[in-house]
């Protein structure tokens, strides 16, 4: 009988450990991000953002979608992070190193052939008192 608990306690600890997987906001297979892929990540997020037209008022994008730079698409803690105020050119909620994170692409501010992408994490929306997110991740990228 005795056996038959630790089993299946267990069983319940493997399954609890079980990876992520599934369709993202960015419609891909993984929403994780890491700093070897942050690169690509960005790039792909601004093809996308290409890709799509805005939506027409009235219409609302699917949750499928990245976030597009519309500017209540990104939280003001999330800003107040960054220290920016600009629309970003792209953003989307992601994971970055077990932590749940906005990646938000904003325009270089000395370089236009550049953009500058930020990991924030997303903790901050919840926060009590109100704070701003903290930046764990920055890189600026050459605009393809």
Request: charged share 20%.
């Amino acid at each position: 009988m005795g056996s038959l608990l630790l089993q299946s306690a267990g069983t319940s600890g493997v399954q609890a450990t079980k990876p992520e997987s599934g369709p993202t906001a960015s419609g891909g297979t993984s929403s994780r991000l890491t700093a070897a892929t942050l690169g690509s990540d960005v790039h792909k997020l601004l093809a996308t953002k290409k890709a799509h037209s805005i939506p027409e008022i009235g219409t609302r994008s699917s949750p499928e979608t990245p976030l597009r730079g519309e500017p209540d698409a990104v939280p003001s803690c999330v800003r107040q992070g960054i220290g920016r105020t600009e629309t970003p050119l792209a953003s989307s909620r992601r994971t970055y190193e077990g932590k749940d994170t906005f990646l938000v692409v904003l325009p270089h501010p000395s370089d236009p052939k550049s953009v500058s992408a930020y990991v924030v994490t997303a903790s901050c929306v919840s926060a009590a008192p109100p704070a701003p997110g903290k930046v764990l991740l920055t890189h600026s990228y050459r605009r393809d």
